[in-house]
């Protein structure tokens, strides 16, 4: 059994930035490709960002060029780093290993001023 604990959500001004992490338990995270989503409230959850175990990267349009994932398979972690936050940023952020049922339990991130 796997446990993906996210942290680093927070309130954050537009413009502001963010750096969420993922600490996995156990010693597959490094055999998977890893993912952040998203849910807003009242909306479907949206892939934002996919990180392969190639190093290899997905984006979703809207975070292009102000968000980055990384990973650190030595400390079984991986990363979201979020620049230039924008109102509609404002969503629950979930990491998971690709093609898993591991899911965190969700970090809050909102952007408002």
């Known amino acids: 059994q796997v446990q993906l604990v996210e942290s680093g959500g927070g309130l954050v001004q537009p413009g502001g930035s963010l750096r969420l992490s993922c600490a996995a338990s156990?010693?597959?995270?490094?055999?998977?490709?890893m993912g952040w989503y998203r849910q807003a409230p009242g909306k479907q959850r949206e892939l934002v960002a996919l990180l392969s175990n190639r190093y290899l990267t997905t984006y979703a349009d809207s975070v292009k060029g102000r968000f980055s994932i990384s990973r650190d398979n030595a400390k079984n972690t991986g990363y979201l780093q979020m620049n230039n936050l924008k109102p509609e940023d404002t969503a629950v952020y979930y990491c998971n290993l690709d093609q898993t049922d591991y899911w965190g339990q969700g970090t809050q991130v909102t952007v408002s001023s």
């Open positions: 156990g010693s597959i995270f490094r055999l998977y490709a």
